[in-house]
């Protein structure tokens, strides 16, 4: 349904090439260029123990579909040219310039819309704070909070997906869309940013309130919810399967007592006592659920509308219809490659 839009992608690693794709996936016409010295994207080269040598990385297979790939040197003045001619036929520029990258290269905003006033000119930063610092994904989860509540007591742990840099690509995307509305109407393009330390801060969502309003600086607790119990904690079965429960209403959880024969007393009759006597609470049902199957537990949950789940994996969650529904093939450097598409959404008449 964008098969109008000409986009051009000056950005690499994740960020910025998933805005990219998002568009692709749509029908628009993106052009990413690569730094024809440096080899392209360094996430080529960001590779499994496992991968081969000569083909194209999961990684960057993973935000790099629909493209067409074009390897220039900012430094040549051939290229140049035929880089400027790109911007002048482009909709949107992304980038991802490292500090004074963009105006060392006469590529800023500025620039772009001396060559083509119309451009919508997007881009990603680092840190709002300090413009200069090199900026990835762990670093920013670690400085934003998020590393400070995942993980345990003794451990820290990582989402282990770049999700800073999925968060400030869904946050460009917004902007450029609206971006587009707002030149429908005025014919003028426009400059959008953002940084993936404010696209961080802004993710904190209620642990930033409950820190503001309750001053609640938040701990580790693993999968579990400061806020609601049951909701995270895991429960074992009688097969070992690992189940994991949401329970967020006293409706809820007095279903599931009822389904596994617990009497749900005065001691955990409202949220915030189970919150407050979580530990002596998820024994007593563990107590429970351990001589009963996952499959019965799961099945008589879904009937009775009480929020649980199966902890899969990755390779399970792959294997799955769903999936399959969602996998995109193309010929990369002459390899197959996969990945999952970026837009679950449906527009429907």
């Keep these: 349904m964008l098969n109008h839009l000409n986009i051009l992608e000056l950005s690499n690693v994740l960020a910025g090439p998933a805005v990219g794709m ?134 820290f742990a990582k989402m282990p997906v770049a999700l800073i840099d999925v968060l400030a690509a869904h946050q460009i995307k917004e902007g450029i869309l609206i971006a587009l509305l707002k030149r429908e109407k005025t014919g003028k393009g426009c400059h959008i940013k953002t940084t993936l330390e404010e696209t961080a801060i802004a993710s904190l969502m209620n642990q930033s309130s409950n820190y503001l309003m309750a001053e609640h600086n938040p701990k580790k607790l693993g999968t579990l919810h400061p806020n609601i119990a049951p909701y995270g ?24 007592c009822e389904l596994i024969k617990l009497n749900a007393n005065i001691d955990f009759n409202t949220n915030q006592k189970r919150v407050t006597k979580r530990e002596e609470l998820m024994k007593i049902i563990n107590d429970k659920t351990s001589v009963l199957k996952s499959s019965w537990l799961l099945e008589n949950c879904h009937n009775r509308h009480i929020p649980i789940g199966k902890i899969k994996t990755v390779g399970e969650v792959m294997q799955e219809k769903i999936a399959q529904q969602m996998i995109l093939e193309e010929m990369v450097d002459g390899f197959p490659t996969k990945r999952i598409k970026t837009n679950s959404f449906e527009l429907l008449n």
Excluded at 48 to 75: I, M, R, T
Excluded at 117 to 139: C, E, L, M, T
């Design 233 to 256: 904690d895991i429960i074992n079965s009688m097969d070992g399967t690992k189940l994991i429960l949401a329970i967020g209403t006293d409706k809820q959880f007095v279903s599931f």
């Design 22 to 155: 998002f568009f692709s996936e749509l029908g628009a016409n993106v052009v990413k260029i690569e730094n024809k010295i440096a080899g392209g994207d360094i996430t080529r080269k960001w590779k499994l123990a496992n991968e081969k040598y000569e083909a194209p990385s999961a990684y960057f297979c993973s935000v790099n579909y629909g493209k067409k790939h074009k390897f220039l040197d900012f430094n040549n003045q051939i290229d140049m040219v035929l880089l400027k001619d790109y911007i002048k036929k482009s909709d949107v520029v992304i980038t991802n310039f490292k500090h004074g990258d963009s105006k060392r290269f006469q590529l800023s905003y500025n620039d772009c819309k001396t060559i083509n006033p119309k451009v919508i000119y997007a881009h990603i930063g680092g840190f709002k704070s300090n413009p200069k610092r090199v900026a990835f994904d762990v670093v920013l989860q670690a400085e934003t909070g998020f590393l400070s509540m995942c993980g345990t007591q003794n451990e």
